[in-house]
C-alpha cells in the first residue's frame, strides 16, 4: 500500500479539533489553515458547531466530502472508535497524535496492537501514535499536519524523527538555517508507517533530494539493509543514530561480542548500506546544508579561494584529516589570478588573496579555480575587513560560479564574522550556495560528500554461495544441541562444522592420559601444542592453559599433568586437547555474533592479545561480499602487516577473504548458531593458506 | 616591563587619524570614541586641523599633554620617525597597525628588525606591526584601540589571535554568543609582545577569567611551557592552534622523527602545560562559553534533567566518549523529583520529566539533582512544547540553581530548538548559566571541563638530576663529531654514551671475519644475534639485516655469509655486529627528537612493527619528571601488555620509567645530540630490568 493519501492528501479532517488557546487540537487546524493546505480541512469534534470559525462535524462520517487524512487528537481511551469511524468512511490514512500506547507499558501495549489490528483491518496507513505529526511542503499539497511551533521553509530535504521531542528543535533549527524540507515525519510508535517505508517513499519522490533522519532504534531489520542501501544509492542519507553507549555496556561472553557491540552493529549498518552517520545533530545539519545544494565531488582536490591566511589553514588541517588534497593549480590557473591579485597574494593553494582584494578578485579566482582541471570542489572563504562590501562579494562568487559554468563541481562558502549575519550571506544561499560562519564546516562537509561518492563508486562484489555439507554441518549442531540449547560446541563438534563448510581446522586429539597424549603427539608429528579446552574458559592463556612446541613425548607428559593440575582449578567439565604446533604467519581473530536488531555481525582483527587491547577491528554486516571482505581487511590498521611489512612475507590475503566469505555464508545459513569466533587464524605466507588455531562457538538460547 | 601603558593608558593618540569614509585612520578613532575610552584621545595628522571634530595636532610631540599609547596607522616608511617623536615625548606603549614588515619578506625584515631596536631604545613596548589592533573592556578603562567593526561585550575572557582577518570573526561570533571579553589582542607580527607576554599578564589580571588563543605558532620556546604552566594552573587556558597539516608532512630519517611530527609537538607542549587544544574554532566557543561562567566541576558525576528522552541520549553519548559518568541519584533526590512529576516520568538519570512538565517541575528537579552528594555537575535540557512557557522555564531553572545553593556545581543548559532564539534563554545567560542549541555542546563542555580538573589534580612530579658521567658522554660524542656535524653515532659510542648517562644496553661486538664472529659469539654466551650496523640503514628487518637465535659456531659462521652478502646492495660503510640474544618481554621503542621550536620530544610506543603500523605512541616534552614518566606509559592503549595481561608476566615498569628520565636528562643534556632512538627495548619481569637491543643516534647539523 503506497503512502500516497499520506503525502498528497486531497483533503484533511482533524478529529478533535479545538478552539482553546494552546491546544494541540487547536494548533492543528491553525497550521493546516497558515499553510494554507491545498484542500479542504474538517474540524471533527462532537461538542462544536464550529471550530477557529470553520464548520465542524460530530464525528468523520458526518462529513459529507470525501476525507483522504484523519488527523487524529483524542483521549486515548476513543482512538479505537475514530479509527472505526475512519474505516467506514473510507479514510485512506490518518496521523494519530495522541500518545498513552505503547510507551507507558502494560495496557498501553494492548492498546496499540488492537490499534493496529484495525488499521490493517480497514486498510488505513498510518503515522503514530505519540508523535507531533508530519508536514508536506510542496505546493500541490502544503501539509502541515504537526503541532509544531515553526513551520519549515520549502526545500528538498526530507527529515524523519523518532524523537518527537526533537522534531521541534529540527524545525527550529532547520528554519534558522535557512534550510528547506520537503517534509518533515515525527514517526511516534511507528504501530504501521516505518522508517523502511519512508526511505522507500522518499527514494522515489521527486521532490525530495536528500534524506535526514534522527534514529533511536532500527525497525524491520531483515528489509531494512536492502531498502536502505537501495535508498542511498540514489539519494544522500544522513542519520543521528543515538543510544550508543546504553547499550554497549552489556556482559560478553566472548571476544566477537564483547567487540561487536551494538554501536558497532549500527556502524556496520550504516557502512553496508552507505547512510552517512552524523556524530552529532550539529554535524547533521552541517553536512545537509551542502547535500541539499551542492553535487558530490568528481574526486578529492580541493582549492580553497580566501582573503585571509588563518581560516584558509584551518580548512586545510580539516581536509588533511579525510581523505582529500589540495588541488595543484594549472599554470594558467595561476597566470588568471596573478593577473588581478596584488603582489602580495599567494597564488599557491588555498590562494590568499589577501584582504585588499574585493569582489573582482573574487569574481576571477573563484572562476578561474573552477574551470581548473585539477579541481574538483572550491571553498571560498570571506573575513569582512571594513573597506570590503560583503554583498559584493557574495554577488561576485556567485557570478564567479556561473561563469565557470561547471555546475559538477561542488562550492561551498564561510562566510566569517558580522558578514555572516548580514544580507550577502542572505544573497548566496538564495542562489543555492551553502554558507557557513566557520571555514571548517565546509571542509567537514566535502569530506563526507566525496566519501559518498566512494561509497557509490566501489564495487558491490557477490556474495558467493559455496557447495558445503549441510547435513554434517546439521548433525554437528544436533549433537550439541542435545546438550541444550545455549550450550558450547566441543572442539570436535566446531572442527566438524566449519569442515563442512569448507573451513579446515588444525587436526586435533582429545586426550584423557598422559600416554594417551603421547600417541597423539606421535600421529600428529612433533612439535605439538596441548590445552585446556572447557566451555567456561574463554581466555586459556590467563590460566596458562596453553602449552606451545612440545618437541619430545617427555614434555607432552610432562604437559599433561601441568595442564590437569591447572584445570582443576576450573571446576567445570574440561577436555586436553592436542594439536601440531603451527608457526609463521601473523595470527588474526575471526567471528560472527549474533544482534537481535541487526543480524549477524562478523568481526576480523588482528590476533592475540592486540585485538582487545588495541581495538583494530572491522566489523560488517553478514552477508558479505568478495569486495567487501576485501575492504574489510583493508580497513583495519594493521593491514600493512598482512601484506608483508619491513621484509615480512606477505600474508595469504587470498585465503583469508575466502574464509571470511564462508564463515559469513555459515553465519547466514546455520542460525542455530548464536556466536562462532575464530582465534587465533594463522595467516601464513601468500600461497599457503590459512589455519584456524581454537575456535569457540555456542547455540542459541 | 609590565604591560601596564599598553592595558591601562590613561590617554591615547592616534597618529594617521584620518575622516576619510571607511578609512582604518578613521575607524580608530571611532572605536575609541564609541568606547568610550576613559580619557584623552587625541588624533595626530600633519595635514590636518581636527578630525571627525576633535583638535588634531601635527606630531605627537606637539601634543601638550601626557600620551600613554600611540596607535599607529601611517605608511610603512614613517613608522620609524613616528617611534622617535614617541620616543622623544615619552610614550610608553604602541599599537603598529601598519603592514609592510617582515610578512612580505626582503625589506620588510629589515624594517622591522630597525622598528624592534628603536622601540626597545625607547623602552616602548608594542603590539603588531601588521595587527588590527586591541580591545580593553575593563569599565575604567574602555579602550578600543582597533579597527575591528565589532565592538566586544564586556567580560572576563581574554582573546588573543595571530590572525588579524580572523580577528573580525572573533568579535563577531563573541558577541553573536553573548560571550563578554576581558581584551582582545590581535598580535600580528609579535616586534615586541609575544604570547608568552600576554600570558603573564593575564594570569595576573583580576578582569580575566579565561584566556582564549589562536595560534599558528609558537614564540619563544625556551619560556613558554614554564609560563603557560603556570598560568594554566590559575585560568583556564584554551586554543586553536592550526597550520597541523602543512608542518607534519617533512621526510624523517629515523621512526622518532616521523612519528614526533610539528603536530605531536603542539599536543606534547599542551599536554606539558594544561592548555586545552580545540579542534575547531567553533569547539573553541563552545568551551569558551562554559569556562566563562562555571567553576570546574569537583568530581566527573553528571545528571542531566530534561523534558524530552532523544535529547538526553544524545548528551549521554557524549558524556560517555569522555571519561564522564552518570551520576546515580540519591533515594532521597529520587523521592523528590517524584513528588512533583508526571507518573510517566523516568527518575532515572537522566531524569525525564516529559513534555508536561513546566516551570515547577524544572524548578524542584533542578534544584534536587544540584542538591544530591552524588551530583558534581548539571545538565539541563529543554525542548519546548507548545504548551509550555520558555522563559517561565527559563526562571524555573535560575530559582532551582539559586535553591540548591551550589555554586560550586557547574550548570549548563540547552534550550533546544525556536526557544533558543527567545527570552528565555537571554535570561539564563543574563543569570550567568551557558546556554546551547545543541545537547552535545554542554556534554563536550563538561568533559573538556573535567579534563582541566584532573590535569590540575594530578601531581606534576620531580625532575631528577641523575649521577652521569659527562665527560665519558662528552668523549663519545667527540668522537663521532670527528666524522662531522650530522653523523650517525656508532655502536659503540652509542653504547659509551647510554652508558654515561645509566642506560646499560646489551653488550656488542664488532665483528670483520667469520673466525672473530665465532670469538665474540662465544665470549658473549650463546645463543647470539647477529646484525648489520650502517647509517643509511634505518630498517634493518628490510633488507634481512638482522638474523636471530644462532645457537652453534656453525649458525655463526653462516650469518656471518649471509649478512655480508645483504649488506653489499647497501653501497655504504657498515659493521657486523654479534650481540647476546635477548627475549622473554615486551618490546618498546624509545627515543627523542629535536624540535626547533619546541624543544626536545620524547616518544614512548610498542615496539617492534607495531609502532608504525597502529601508532600507538606517547609523546611528550623534556624535562620529563617520575610523574609524567609514568602518566606517559599509561597513556598507551597498549600499557595493559606492560602491566601483564592475560597470564602474562607485569613487565618492569620502574625500570622503564628510570630509563625513560635517564633519557630525558640525556637529551636535555646534551644538545648536540639531535635525535637518539632505541629500538627496541626489551622489557623483562618485573625486577629484572630493561634491555636496550638496538640504538640509533645522530648528531645536530
Request: glycine letters at 8%.
Amino acid at each position: 500500500m503506497s503512502l500516497e493519501k499520506l503525502f498528497r492528501p486531497g483533503s484533511v479532517a482533524v478529529v478533535g479539533a479545538s478552539s482553546s488557546e494552546a491546544s494541540i487540537g487547536a494548533e492543528l487546524i491553525k497550521n493546516l489553515l497558515r499553510g494554507p493546505f491545498q484542500g479542504p480541512v474538517f474540524p471533527v469534534n462532537p461538542h462544536r458547531k464550529w471550530v477557529l470559525g470553520i464548520k465542524a462535524y460530530a464525528t468523520v462520517c458526518e462529513i459529507p466530502d470525501p476525507v483522504d487524512l484523519a488527523v487524529i487528537s483524542v483521549p486515548k481511551e476513543r482512538v479505537l472508535a475514530v479509527i472505526d469511524d475512519c474505516g467506514k468512511k473510507g479514510v485512506g490514512a490518518a496521523v494519530i497524535i495522541t500518545a498513552g500506547f505503547k510507551e507507558v507499558g502494560g495496557d498501553g501495549v494492548a492498546l496499540e496492537n488492537a490499534l493496529r489490528d484495525k488499521l490493517r483491518q480497514y486498510g488505513i496507513r498510518a503515522i503514530g501514535p505519540n508523535c507531533m505529526g508530519m508536514i508536506v511542503t510542496n505546493p500541490e499539497v502544503r501539509l502541515n499536519a504537526s503541532f509544531a511551533a515553526t513551520p519549515a521553509l520549502p526545500g528538498n530535504v526530507a527529515f524523519l524523527s523518532q524523537s518527537g521531542a526533537l522534531g521541534e528543535a529540527i524545525l527550529a533549527l532547520a528554519k534558522s538555517l535557512g534550510l528547506g524540507l520537503s517534509a518533515f515525519v515525527s514517526l511516534g510508535n511507528r504501530v504501521d508507517v516505518s522508517v523502511n517505508d519512508l526511505l522507500q517513499h522518499w527514494a522515489e519522490d521527486d521532490s525530495t533530494s536528500v534524506v535526514l533522519m534522527y534514529i533511536e532504534s532500527f525497525g524491520n531489520m531483515q528489509r531494512f539493509p536492502l531498502i536502505a542501501a537501495n535508498a542511498a544509492r540514489k539519494k544522500p542519507i544522513l542519520a543521528v543514530k543515538s543510544g550508543r553507549t546504553a547499550e554497549g555496556a552489556r556482559a560478553a561472553s566472548s571476544h566477537t561480542g564483547a567487540l561487536a557491540s551494538r554501536d558497532l552493529a549500527a556502524d556496520a549498518l550504516f557502512e553496508k548500506t552507505g547512510i552517512l552517520r552524523a556524530a552529532t545533530m550539529e554535524e547533521l545539519f552541517t553536512l545537509a546544508t551542502a547535500f541539499a545544494s551542492q553535487p558530490l565531488p568528481k574526486a578529492n582536490r580541493v582549492a580553497i579561494v580566501t582573503n585571509a591566511g588563518g581560516p584558509g589553514i584551518l580548512a586545510t588541517d580539516v581536509l588533511a584529516s579525510g581523505d582529500m588534497k589540495l588541488a595543484g593549480l594549472t599554470p594558467e590557473t595561476i597566470q588568471t589570478m596573478r593577473a588581478v591579485l596584488p603582489a602580495e597574494a599567494s597564488v599557491n593553494n588555498p590562494v590568499d588573496m589577501i584582504a585588499t582584494s574585493g569582489p573582482a578578485q573574487y569574481e576571477v579566482c573563484v572562476s578561474a579555480a573552477l574551470k581548473d582541471p585539477g579541481v574538483d570542489a572550491l571553498i571560498v572563504i570571506f573575513v569582512s575587513p571594513i573597506t570590503i562590501d560583503s554583498y559584493a562579494v557574495a554577488q561576485a562568487v556567485v557570478r564567479g560560479k556561473e561563469l565557470a559554468a561547471t555546475p559538477e563541481k561542488p562550492v561551498l562558502v564561510s562566510f566569517m564574522g558580522k558578514v555572516a549575519y548580514e544580507e550577502g550571506a542572505r544573497y548566496l544561499k538564495d542562489h543555492k550556495l551553502p554558507v557557513y560562519v566557520f571555514p571548517e564546516e565546509p571542509a567537514h562537509a566535502l569530506i563526507a560528500m566525496d566519501k559518498l561518492r566512494r561509497f557509490r563508486e566501489r564495487p558491490i562484489g557477490d556474495v558467493v554461495r559455496f557447495e558445503v555439507d549441510k547435513t554434517r554441518a546439521s548433525a554437528a549442531i544436533d549433537s550439541a544441541l542435545a546438550r541444550g540449547p545455549g550450550s558450547q560446541l566441543s572442539p570436535m563438534e566446531l572442527a566438524e562444522l566449519l569442515s563442512a563448510y569448507g573451513i579446515a581446522t588444525l587436526p586435533l586429539e582429545v586426550v584423557d592420559s598422559p600416554e594417551n597424549a603421547v600417541q597423539a603427539a606421535e600421529r600428529l608429528g612433533f612439535p605439538v601444542v596441548m590445552k585446556i579446552s572447557a566451555p567456561t574458559l574463554v581466555h586459556k592463556s590467563d590460566i596458562g592453559g596453553v602449552l606451545l612446541d612440545l618437541k619430545s613425548p617427555m614434555e607432552v607428559k610432562g604437559a599433561y599433568y601441568e595442564l590437569s593440575e591447572r584445570a582443576r582449578a576450573l571446576s567445570s567439565p574440561h577436555h586436553l586437547i592436542v594439536q601440531p604446533y603451527a608457526r609463521g604467519g601473523q595470527e588474526v581473530i575471526l567471528g560472527f555474533s549474533s544482534e537481535r536488531t541487526a543480524g549477524k555481525l562478523l568481526v576480523l582483527g588482528l590476533g592475540g592479545v592486540y585485538v582487545e587491547v588495541l581495538k583494530d577491528i572491522a566489523v560488517r554486516l553478514c552477508p558479505i561480499t568478495d569486495a567487501e571482505a576485501h575492504r574489510m581487511i583493508e580497513s583495519l590498521k594493521s593491514a600493512p602487516l598482512l601484506r608483508g611489512y619491513r621484509g615480512g612475507a606477505p600474508g595469504d590475503i587470498d585465503a583469508l577473504v575466502e574464509m571470511i566469505q564462508r564463515l559469513s555464508y555459515l553465519a547466514e545459513s546455520e542460525p542455530r548458531i548464536e556466536t562462532l569466533e575464530m582465534n587465533p587464524v594463522l595467516i601464513r605466507p601468500a600461497g599457503h593458506g590459512v589455519a584456524v588455531l581454537d575456535v569457540r562457538g555456542k547455540l542459541r538460547e
